[in-house]
């Protein structure tokens, strides 16, 4: 059986990119394809401690909060990606490995050794969606959504170092997208990305 496709979309909060992972999912969807839909942080009992502690405004130590990003990967690896990988699906993921670069790189860590180490153990992408959107305009889309803040993530000077990671990424398989347009421009562009990267890849 062909391998499936690992399409992953990246960027700093309330840059979109949720929004168009659900459409295209649809789009694939009336078009016969059956997309495993996921994310990172999971579920998972990893994922659950990562997002408490985002959301009681209490950073853990950088070092601490990196390893528990780790955990949560490797499960979600071993129990839904992989598989679905060798299952022949496209997997559609809101974010992957380069979440925790550019993350825990502004937490202070050494970004560059973050990707070494994540494309040394994880699978890697084989499209990468990274949606760019100055950080004031994102953190208004997320206060505008309203729900559940994430203190520890959510402020300015934080966003900032992230979207500067963003922005130095240098990763195969990389698409940058301008996400301060209308949300049907973006999409046109999101599903040209994808269907020239399924072509590629023969799925």
């Known amino acids: 059986m062909k391998r499936g496709i690992l399409i992953v979309f990246e960027g700093i909060d309330g840059c979109g990119k949720s929004t168009q992972l659900r459409r295209l999912a649809e789009s694939l969807r009336a078009r016969g394809r059956d997309p495993l839909v ?5 579920e998972g009992p990893w994922g659950r401690r990562i997002r408490a ?29 992989t598989p679905a990988l ?34 040394a153990e994880f699978e890697r992408p084989d499209l990468v ?11 208004a889309r997320v206060d505008a959504r309203g729900g559940t803040s994430e203190p520890v993530f959510e402020n300015l000077p934080f966003q900032e170092r992230v979207a500067a990671i963003f922005a130095s990424l240098d ?4 698409v940058r997208i301008d996400a301060d347009r209308a949300e049907e421009a973006i999409a046109r562009d999101v599903e040209a990305a994808v269907d020239a990267a399924i072509e590629r890849a023969g799925a």
């Open 129 to 139: 969606l990274l949606f760019e959107l100055h950080p004031e305009a994102g953190l």
């Open 171 to 174: 990763v195969p398989g990389l």
């Open 86 to 119: 060798e299952a022949g699906r496209i997997v559609l993921s809101d974010r992957s490995y380069l979440s925790t670069v550019a993350y825990q790189g502004a937490r202070g860590l050494d970004a560059e050794k973050i990707l070494a180490d994540s494309e």
């Open 38 to 42: 996921t994310r990172e942080p999971t």
């Open 53 to 81: 502690m985002a959301r009681s405004g209490e950073a853990v130590e950088p070092e601490t909060e990196l390893a528990w990003f780790f955990e949560d990967r490797r499960q979600h690896m071993r129990e839904v990606v």
